[in-house]
């Protein structure tokens, strides 16, 4: 009779973090999205509690539609695989500029592009971004971070609009992009089999942080142009303590520069035709 006390007693520790810890999550919550698409402009935290899928092709499956607004899937999934790779809908995405948008802990499968806000001071972490055609996540607006992502296998539209770029991450402003991996981004290609590739992409970024991001298997097509982390039109970025193997393909870059007043500084580059290129760069670790 011991033994058995003993063990549904060790048991009933093993689960009650769980049950607690999912309890405190929903506990939290403003509201449920139950069904997609869906219109969110009610402040607060919205929280996924199932699976949720749309076929529709030119759509945001979630659509922030004000301030202050918390997406949280709570690791449920947020798919658009039945539009095909021809869709042009998104996962989450703002309707106008917003401040405050937090997305996390969404699993999300299918859509052209995954995660896409603009606006300024926005959270995206803890996120899994898995087939987006073009994008895994477009994030626009000073003070914005995307965090704790992993974006796999981008690339791959049909639309005729995306068949020449493909993109793990693409920021502008002053965005800070920190613990991210991101593999496997290869474009269509135009009718000639030519696309671009990039990892991670910034635009005019001033001063934000590029850090601790692991990047692999991006792959230009044709005569298209590769690169782990752009930096385009960008001024003193910090590129630090990245992790990024290529292919050894001709023409391909680590880190690229917008100026050369942008650092990369202690990262470890693996396979690119140059490692670095147009930064002020120290103690990075260069393998060909």
């Given at each position: ?58 759509v945001a499956a979630i659509t922030v539609a004000n301030n202050n607004i918390t997406i949280d899937c709570n690791g449920f ?68 971070v995307a965090r704790g992502n992993t974006v796999l296998t981008t690339g791959g539209s049909t639309h005729p609009t995306y ?51 692991r990047v692999r298997g991006v792959a230009a097509t044709g005569t298209g142009v590769e690169q782990a982390i752009r930096n ?57």
């Open positions: 009779m011991t033994h058995r006390f003993l063990a549904m007693l060790g048991l009933a520790v093993l689960l009650a973090p769980h049950a607690a810890q999912a309890a405190e999550s929903y506990d939290n919550c403003t509201g449920f999205i139950d069904s997609v698409p869906a219109t969110i402009s009610t402040q607060g935290v919205w929280c996924l509690r199932k699976d949720l899928s749309t076929g529709l092709t030119d999934k947020l798919g658009g695989l039945q539009a095909g790779t021809g869709t042009d809908s998104h996962g989450v995405s703002t309707s106008a500029d917003r401040q405050g948008v937090t997305v996390r802990r969404c699993n999300i499968r299918g859509f052209r592009v995954g995660i896409n806000l603009t606006g300024g001071g926005h959270v995206v972490e803890d996120n899994t971004l898995n087939g987006m055609t073009f994008q895994g996540i477009n994030l626009v607006g000073d003070g914005s068949l020449t770029y493909a993109v793990g991450i693409a920021t502008a402003y002053d965005v800070d992009v920190i613990d991210n991996t991101v593999n496997g981004v290869v474009p269509t290609g135009d009718a000639g089999g030519n696309g671009n590739a990039s990892g991670i992409y910034t635009y005019l970024n001033q001063a934000g942080t590029v850090s601790g991001n385009q039109a960008s001024g003193r970025v910090t590129v630090v303590e990245n992790t990024l193997n290529g292919s050894g393909r001709a023409g391909s870059t680590g880190v690229l520069c917008g100026t050369s007043v942008g650092a990369a500084v202690r990262n470890v580059v693996s396979g690119f035709d140059t490692a670095v290129a147009n930064c002020y760069g120290e103690a990075n670790v260069e393998i060909p």
